[in-house]
């Protein structure tokens, strides 16, 4: 994963609603999905647009920090996938995982484990994650750091709560 650094690349609400609609076009000759299970907190936003656009009801969490605004950390599961839901869908088969970007790699394949047989998606893609997402949008270079609509102003925004992880 790169830092912050001169390679950015900012993405409007406008953009981020293109791209997932666009993405949603890609899933579409694969649907009918079992259920979307979505990566928060990032996902949460393309997983609301590729639900709607393919009018996916079942919509799960799955909630794993490793990132702050600049660097990624340790990986630690804070809420996994419902093993009744796992169980239903025979390790995921026909389920559809949404995050927004794949990086590294590294949350991309503890999802995977979690959820074997399930379809990934994401709206961006670096080269590092790229062989472990089914379908994306957009590849950007892996030096690049993707500044997303919910975390820019004219600057760095901190959260409302800030003694909450970022």
Do not use: C
């Amino acid at each position: 994963m790169s830092a912050p650094g001169e390679k950015g690349f900012p993405v409007s609400w406008d953009q981020l609603h293109r791209d997932g609609r666009a993405l949603a076009w890609r899933l579409a000759e694969r649907a009918p999905f079992a259920g979307l299970v979505t990566i928060t907190r990032g996902g949460l936003v393309p997983a609301a647009i590729v639900a709607r656009e393919l009018g996916i009801r079942l919509i799960e969490t799955v909630s794993i920090v490793s990132y702050d605004h600049k660097a990624q950390g340790e990986m630690q599961v804070l809420k996994p996938v419902s093993p009744e839901l796992l169980e239903r869908t025979n390790g995921g088969e026909g389920l559809l995982i949404v995050d927004d970007l794949v990086d590294t790699g590294k949350t991309a394949r503890l999802v995977r484990e979690m959820i074997p047989k399930a379809h990934f998606a994401t709206v961006y893609a670096k080269p590092a994650g790229r062989p472990l997402v089914d379908t994306f949008v957009t590849e950007v270079s892996q030096d690049t750091w993707v500044y997303f609509p919910w975390d820019l102003g004219l600057q760095f925004v901190q959260p409302i709560n800030r003694s909450a992880p970022l």
